[in-house]
């Protein structure tokens, strides 16, 4: 078992790798990235029941990342959980690359296409519901993004997930109360979030989704109520990590300049320093 | 060739026999279940039953996680809300994904009739051959319908196939059904004109052909059952070995069935063609025979059609 200092430090060696990738490819969804860095962490490095070795094997716990376009932050978190190589991940950006401006499944560990908003928990609805069928113990994790929240299909999603009570289902919101034009209550407001998907049928749990130490306590403790599928509303920063793309909307997908990709560095391995 | 069971009926049927046999087999609906006729699967076969509530987009993306899970899935509903209202979870979920999903459409065409254009689904041969992957069919009758249920349960990958809502009548036997996905069926040979039929056009296009014939006019008659792989090679000889072509289709005549018989001729050997179809307008109201009627998909019309081609070429 990865100890939770360790998790942090993978944490911060990730924002790193996926900072060189996106400065290197000259595009990238860079705050959704980082704000959702933790979270990816602690479910490929602590929670998720995968084999790196045998990506389809038939027993393991699923994750789709809904929001697909954290892509970078993910293939990172995937190289190093050890699906793919440092080598194909140097290929992202590139003509001809096995690694996709959003995930697809060519990806080993990767289990759908995403990246247009909205699908995500309806194909875990699938998965979970296929595991409760054939009487199996899979669980099922969705990483949505906060302004994913728009989409309606996600409530069509939402009402059969508690209709079917899955318990074997975990969505994750990564509330970083920012999408691409500016705050979310100001582009469509989101702070009943919680009601919402408690009346679905959902037990609904906030936590800082930044905090290694209360994600893990969560994800440690799932189902939150048996009979139910669990919401756990990730409070992040977008843009975590780095002092001058925090809470900044335009660095949706905004890519840094050589002085800011270095900067980004310096800092990251500051916080390295500090965690030794 | 009279018949009184709709080729949902049919597929229900054959569905029930199959996934009695084939544990992976789910059907998933979207409060659909009476219009597909899924009544009898849903109480004899509960657990491999699935329903998600007036919601497409979802019971789409559901059942594209269900097949992720190695389930053969088959999400049933009117083909005006599948091919329209969940474009996108078939697009990504099943045809990018490639998922083992099937998308069976029912009520299709101007079948809903006087409910109007919101209950039509006359674009989805010209959305859902669009996207890579995905193969679509449309059945002419209970026995094709039987066989290509039969086929797709063994059929590993997406398709999208659209069936009528009423009783047509029978183009095969049962002891006559040939079908393989992606081979035309060749009905009747001539060498005089080439008629192209998919779904219920196909009966009312092969009475034309024997009309045709009481004029001295040898038709060959193809159902293209399946639009996408389409039979490159019926279409070819066709080129070859007759003088033109006419096809008919419930649909719009913008990018369905004569659209995608085009794509091949003008691109091989170019060849007198004439696209019968609904025409770029929302369709009246009235059954669907009516319709039929209206838009002259009708075996005299298309019979009068092909004479009047015909004779435009000498």
């Not at chain 1, 009346?199 to 906030?206: R, S, T």
């Not at chain 2, 049933?76 to 994904?97: H, I, M, N």
């Not at chain 2, 490639?98 to 919101?118: D, F, P």
């Not at chain 2, 006359?122 to 094709?144: E, G, K, W």
């Amino acid at each position: 078992m990865i100890n939770t200092k360790e998790l942090k430090k993978i944490a911060i060696e990730v924002r790193k790798r996926l900072m060189k990738l996106i400065y290197e490819a000259k595009g990238g969804h860079t705050g959704g990235s980082l704000s959702s860095v933790d979270v990816l962490v602690a479910l490929y490095f602590h929670t998720l029941k995968i084999n790196s070795k045998n990506p389809k094997w038939e027993d393991r716990d699923r994750f789709i990342l809904s929001k697909g376009h954290s892509v970078e932050g993910y293939y990172c978190v995937l190289e190093k959980a050890g699906f793919i190589t440092e080598e194909t991940l140097s290929t992202y950006g590139k003509f001809k690359s096995l690694l996709a401006g959003h995930p697809t499944i060519k990806v080993p560990g990767v289990e759908i296409n995403s990246g247009a908003l909205g699908h995500g928990l309806s194909v875990g609805v699938g998965m979970a519901l296929a595991a409760k069928r054939d009487k199996r113990d899979t669980r099922v994790f969705v990483l949505m993004g906060d302004g994913e929240q728009g989409e309606g299909s996600i409530m069509e999603a939402a009402n059969a997930s508690g209709h079917y009570k899955l318990d074997n289902l975990t969505a994750i919101i990564d509330r970083n109360r920012l999408q691409i034009s500016g705050n979310t209550e100001d582009v469509m407001a989101l702070d009943c979030l919680e009601g919402r998907w408690k009346a679905y049928g959902w037990e609904v749990k906030q936590v800082n989704g930044n905090n290694m130490e209360e994600l893990i306590e969560t994800l440690d403790v799932l189902p939150l109520e048996k009979g139910k599928p669990t919401m756990i509303i990730a409070n992040t920063t977008k843009g975590k990590g780095i002092s001058f793309i925090e809470n900044i909307a335009a660095w949706h997908h905004k890519v840094p300049t050589e002085e800011q990709y270095i900067q980004s560095i310096q800092e990251l391995d500051k916080q390295l320093e500090e965690l030794k | 060739m009279e018949n009184t069971i709709p080729c949902r009926k049919a597929f229900t049927d054959k569905l029930i026999e199959l996934a009695k046999k084939n544990k992976n087999i789910v059907a998933l609906t979207s409060d659909a279940r009476g219009s597909v006729t899924l009544d009898k699967y849903a109480e004899t076969l509960p657990e491999q039953f699935i329903e998600l509530g007036i919601a497409e987009q979802n019971a789409v993306g559901v059942a594209a996680g269900m097949a992720l899970s190695g389930k053969t899935a088959f999400v049933c509903g009117p083909a005006c809300f599948y091919a329209a209202r969940s474009f996108e979870q078939v697009k990504v979920d099943v045809a990018y994904t490639k998922t083992n999903v099937k998308i069976i459409g029912v009520s299709g065409g101007v079948s809903y009739g006087a409910l109007g254009s919101t209950h039509h689904s006359l674009q989805d041969i010209a959305s859902m051959r669009a996207l890579p992957d995905l193969t679509v069919i449309l059945p002419c009758d209970i026995y094709q319908t039987e066989k290509m249920t039969e086929s797709l349960a063994l059929f590993e990958g997406p398709a999208y196939v659209r069936m009528g809502r009423g009783a047509v009548p029978n183009v095969y036997t049962p002891e006559n059904v040939p079908f393989e996905i992606g081979k035309a069926n060749i009905l009747l040979d001539g060498n005089d004109i080439t008629l192209i039929g998919c779904g219920e056009t196909v009966y009312h296009v092969y009475q034309a052909a024997l009309k045709l014939k009481d004029k001295g006019i040898n038709a060959r008659v193809i159902d293209m059952h399946t639009l996408k792989p389409i039979d490159k090679a019926a279409i070819i000889a066709s080129v070859n070995e007759t003088r033109a072509i006419i096809t008919v289709e419930e649909h719009s005549i913008y990018g369905g069935l004569g659209s995608a018989v085009a794509e091949i001729v003008v691109q091989n050997k170019p060849l007198p063609m004439k696209i019968m179809g609904l025409p770029d307008e929302n369709s009246i109201h009235g059954s669907s025979k009516e319709i039929f009627k209206h838009y002259g998909l009708t075996a005299d019309n298309i019979c009068q059609t092909a004479v009047d081609l015909i004779h435009s070429l000498q």
